[in-house]
């Protein structure tokens, strides 16, 4: 039976924006919510897709790139040669088809490769020029990656400056930055001391340390690296093969593999693949699999890359590690933006040689596909040392009376509404302001530069307050006293005097700030300004229901119905009460300015020469414009300053038109009149 193209299409679309989300998952937020052989095994199905309806190949999709594109928290990095991906072999019969391909086309009949294993980290490209470390960036989106230059810096076994003398003018080494398995538990030991959530596997920690905005986080964090790969040498001979490459890098002090070896055709690659998954659970850092590249470069060379990985190069992955057990209760677990994540409670087991007695079920639509239930035999899966996975129920073992999940309609942390707004798979407690799940997440928005701008209220003394019993919601910050504040830890009776100052001086602030800062679920900054401009005071802004609220320019039936579940909660109107109550003041917001740019969108992406991102928006603003923090159909402008980030991707994608910082400025100064 043929499947309907249109059927295979919506299939395709559906992949491509499970494995979108789970690359932003991955890459970016540090945070996987599924094992690599789950993520495996929907990349394969979609690369199958593609290869037998090439029609439905598109720029966009995930087999046409490598990863996700950088945030914008860090500089951006461009690479002098892609960062590529490798394609993976998970049976003998794979690896063989590699070889075989490779041999085809080389026409060899034994071909030399260089076997390595395959470290479970975060790749890292290093830049030297003359000997000295100049750069240190992620691999992004292997165009593109974060500039991490000063966290780079701390990492003990990255060299500042190469040994020797006889250095090329330039130089790019790519590698694996990691956590050792001793190294992992001790960090993860610290943690628990302090009363902090311990890290799930070494690879996440050290994606996460790496990522930090203060290097003095990293320096804290025990990471190695080790080289892999020289993606670029300058003003010295370049040697004929991968394996001199690593012995010549290793002698000017980068770290290299001691179990790269050179082995030939297909036997010797099965021979290092089964000894490195018998020495596996000795090896003092955690692998995933080995890798195996041709050795010789010119037939590197010959041979060349597809789009997102080379045809010279494959990863043997080892098998997943799965295990039986017994779901004992699925309890719901409240996150600090006030995510409802349902976690299966489990009868203890070993897997892959750790304990596991937890897995996360992600949300409601999860334990609906996978029907998971209390009282339900599970088939655990530990694939690349990640979280573990749930893959199947043993449907034949489930008891008598067991029930399906629902998830609950009250938030299990502060009985507020629980709301799952259309087309989100997550489910959201609405009594932001005084749920204690979320209290620390709420202050910290509150008082952040683009809200109240509370100066000197940050993260540590947040945590102090709370877990003090000094706060309880935001409200109570207007409450505090001098001499609460100075009896705190490492703040004393001048930063004392600080704090209450900017807290007095938070008081008074415009409407769009209030509403920004009472962090509300989809309303930034241009949201906050529309709610504002339109109902220009907060009791009419109160009242309104969802028809009311999608009236707004730029506010939608999602964004609509979070506002109105915000403002219908209790709580968080009780402590807009107290904030009011404390002083909290604002003058009522202008209307709607008609202006040479009213009606039109502007997105801002990069940094401009001659204004600050807040003196663009101003200026944009007093000329009627609306300033939006994502790209969308509807966006009329996008300014693209130095250094832009995803948003420029996204605009191209969109057709989005584009104006660089001259023909902005020729714009708000009249210059030229915008077309449309």
């Given at each position: 039976?043929?499947?309907?193209?249109?059927?295979?299409?919506?299939?395709?679309?559906?992949?491509?924006?499970?494995?979108?989300?789970?690359?932003?998952?991955?890459?970016?937020?540090?945070?996987?919510?599924?094992?690599?052989?789950?993520?495996?095994?929907?990349?394969?199905?979609?690369?199958?897709?593609?290869?037998?309806?090439?029609?439905?190949?598109?720029?966009?999709?995930?087999?046409?790139?490598?990863?996700?594109?950088?945030?914008?928290?860090?500089?951006?990095?461009?690479?002098?040669?892609?960062?590529?991906?490798?394609?993976?072999?998970?049976?003998?019969?794979?690896?063989?088809?590699?070889?075989?391909?490779?041999?085809?086309?080389?026409?060899?009949?034994?071909?030399?490769?260089?076997?390595?294993?395959?470290?479970?980290?975060?790749?890292?490209?290093?830049?030297?020029?003359?000997?000295?470390l100049v750069r240190g960036a992620t691999r992004g989106d292997g165009v593109t990656g974060e500039d991490v230059t000063g966290n780079v810096r701390t990492i003990r076994s990255v060299p500042l400056r190469l040994l020797g003398d006889d250095h090329p003018r330039a130089l790019e080494v790519r590698g694996e930055v990691y956590l050792s398995r001793k190294a992992f538990a001790a960090l993860n030991r610290q943690?628990?001391?302090?009363?902090?959530?311990?890290?799930?596997?070494?690879?996440?920690?050290?994606?996460?340390?790496?990522?930090?905005?203060?290097?003095?986080?990293?320096?804290?964090?025990?990471?190695?690296?080790?080289?892999?790969?020289?993606?670029?040498?300058?003003?010295?001979?370049?040697?004929?093969?991968?394996?001199?490459?690593?012995?010549?890098?290793?002698?000017?002090?980068?770290?290299?593999?001691?179990?790269?070896?050179?082995?030939?055709?297909?036997?010797?690659?099965?021979?290092?693949?089964?000894?490195?998954?018998?020495?596996?659970?000795?090896?003092?850092?955690?692998?995933?699999?080995?890798?195996?590249?041709?050795?010789?470069?010119?037939?590197?060379?010959?041979?060349?890359?597809?789009?997102?990985?080379?045809?010279?190069?494959?990863?043997?992955?080892?098998?997943?590690?799965?295990?039986?057990?017994?779901?004992?209760?699925?309890?719901?677990?409240?996150?600090?933006?006030?995510?409802?994540?349902?976690?299966?409670?489990?009868?203890?087991?070993?897997?892959?040689?750790?304990?596991?007695?937890?897995?996360?079920?992600?949300?409601?639509?999860?334990?609906?596909?996978?029907?998971?239930?209390?009282?339900?035999?599970?088939?655990?899966?530990?694939?690349?040392?990640?979280?573990?996975?749930?893959?199947?129920?043993?449907?034949?073992?489930?008891?008598?009376?067991?029930?399906?999940?629902?998830?609950?309609?009250?938030?299990?942390?502060?009985?507020?509404?629980?709301?799952?707004?259309?087309?989100?798979?997550?489910?959201?407690?609405?009594?932001?302001?005084?749920?204690?799940?979320?209290?620390?997440?709420?202050?910290?928005?509150?008082?952040?530069?683009?809200?109240?701008?509370?100066?000197?209220?940050?993260?540590?003394?947040?945590?102090?307050?709370?877990?003090?019993?000094?706060?309880?919601?935001?409200?109570?910050?207007?409450?505090?006293?001098?001499?609460?504040?100075?009896?705190?830890?490492?703040?004393?009776?001048?930063?004392?005097?600080?704090?209450?100052?900017?807290?007095?001086?938070?008081?008074?602030?415009?409407?769009?700030?209030?509403?920004?800062?009472?962090?509300?679920?989809?309303?930034?900054?241009?949201?906050?300004?529309?709610?504002?401009?339109?109902?220009?005071?907060?009791?009419?802004?109160?009242?309104?229901?969802?028809?009311?609220?999608?009236?707004?320019?730029?506010?939608?039936?999602?964004?609509?119905?979070?506002?109105?579940?915000?403002?219908?909660?209790?709580?968080?109107?009780?402590?807009?009460?107290k904030l009011r109550k404390a002083g909290v003041r604002w003058p009522r917001a202008e209307a709607p300015r008609r202006g040479p740019l009213a009606g039109k969108s502007f997105v801002l992406t990069g940094a401009l020469d001659c204004l600050t991102r807040e003196e663009a928006t101003a200026r944009l603003l007093a000329l009627g414009a609306a300033v939006s923090h994502s790209v969308s159909a509807g966006t009329?402008?996008?300014?693209?300053?130095?250094?832009?980030?995803?948003?420029?991707?996204?605009?191209?994608?969109?057709?989005?038109?584009?104006?660089?910082?001259?023909?902005?400025?020729?714009?708000?100064?009249?210059?030229?009149?915008?077309?449309?």
């Open positions: 039976m043929t499947t309907p193209p249109g059927q295979l299409a919506r299939r395709a679309a559906e992949l491509r924006g499970r494995i979108g989300e789970h690359n932003y998952r991955y890459y970016v937020l540090d945070r996987p919510t599924i094992s690599d052989a789950a993520y495996d095994r929907l990349f394969r199905e979609l690369q199958d897709l593609e290869r037998r309806h090439p029609e439905l190949v598109r720029p966009d999709s995930p087999t046409q790139r490598v990863g996700a594109a950088p945030p914008e928290k860090f500089g951006s990095a461009r690479h002098a040669t892609p960062m590529l991906s490798l394609n993976d072999a998970f049976s003998d019969e794979e690896l063989a088809a590699f070889d075989r391909r490779v041999q085809e086309r080389l026409g060899a009949a034994v071909v030399e490769y260089a076997a390595e294993p395959k470290l479970d980290g975060l790749a890292l490209s290093l830049v030297y020029e003359r000997g000295v943690a628990t001391a302090r009363g902090e959530r311990a890290f799930a596997n070494p690879r996440n920690a050290a994606a996460g340390s790496v990522r930090q905005l203060d290097p003095r986080v990293t320096a804290r964090r025990p990471l190695d690296f080790t080289c892999f790969e020289v993606g670029r040498l300058e003003g010295t001979r370049r040697p004929d093969r991968h394996t001199a490459h690593l012995e010549i890098i290793r002698a000017w002090g980068l770290p290299v593999s001691p179990d790269v070896q050179v082995v030939h055709g297909r036997e010797g690659c099965v021979a290092y693949y089964r000894r490195m998954a018998t020495r596996r659970d000795a090896l003092p850092y955690e692998i995933d699999g080995v890798v195996f590249k041709v050795n010789r470069l010119d037939q590197q060379a010959a041979l060349g890359f597809v789009t997102r990985a080379p045809r010279w190069a494959v990863a043997r992955k080892f098998p997943a590690q799965e295990a039986r057990t017994r779901v004992e209760q699925i309890a719901v677990q409240v996150g600090r933006t006030g995510t409802l994540t349902p976690v299966a409670h489990l009868r203890p087991v070993q897997v892959g040689g750790v304990t596991v007695s937890r897995a996360t079920l992600h949300n409601e639509d999860e334990i609906l596909r996978k029907d998971v239930r209390a009282g339900d035999t599970v088939i655990l899966e530990r694939a690349g040392d990640v979280i573990p996975a749930i893959v199947s129920v043993v449907r034949g073992r489930r008891p008598r009376g067991a029930r399906p999940f629902r998830m609950p309609r009250t938030c299990p942390a502060c009985g507020s509404a629980v709301i799952r707004a259309q087309g989100e798979a997550a489910a959201r407690c609405t009594g932001q302001l005084g749920c204690p799940a979320q209290r620390k997440e709420s202050i910290q928005h509150f008082a952040s530069r683009r809200a109240m701008d509370i100066d000197g209220l940050g993260d540590k003394l947040v945590d102090q307050l709370v877990e003090r019993g000094l706060v309880a919601d935001v409200g109570d910050l207007y409450a505090l006293t001098h001499q609460q504040l100075a009896r705190l830890p490492r703040l004393g009776d001048k930063s004392a005097q600080n704090v209450l100052a900017a807290v007095t001086g938070s008081k008074a602030t415009t409407l769009a700030r209030f509403l920004y800062a009472l962090g509300i679920r989809e309303v930034g900054e241009a949201t906050a300004r529309a709610l504002a401009s339109h109902f220009r005071d907060l009791e009419p802004l109160m009242a309104a229901d969802v028809a009311r609220f999608q009236e707004v320019p730029d506010v939608g039936p999602v964004v609509a119905a979070h506002v109105a579940a915000f403002f219908r909660e209790p709580r968080n109107r009780r402590v807009i009460v009329s402008y996008v300014v693209v300053g130095r250094d832009p980030g995803s948003k420029l991707d996204r605009a191209r994608r969109l057709g989005a038109p584009r104006l660089d910082e001259a023909a902005f400025l020729r714009m708000i100064r009249g210059r030229a009149a915008p077309r449309g």
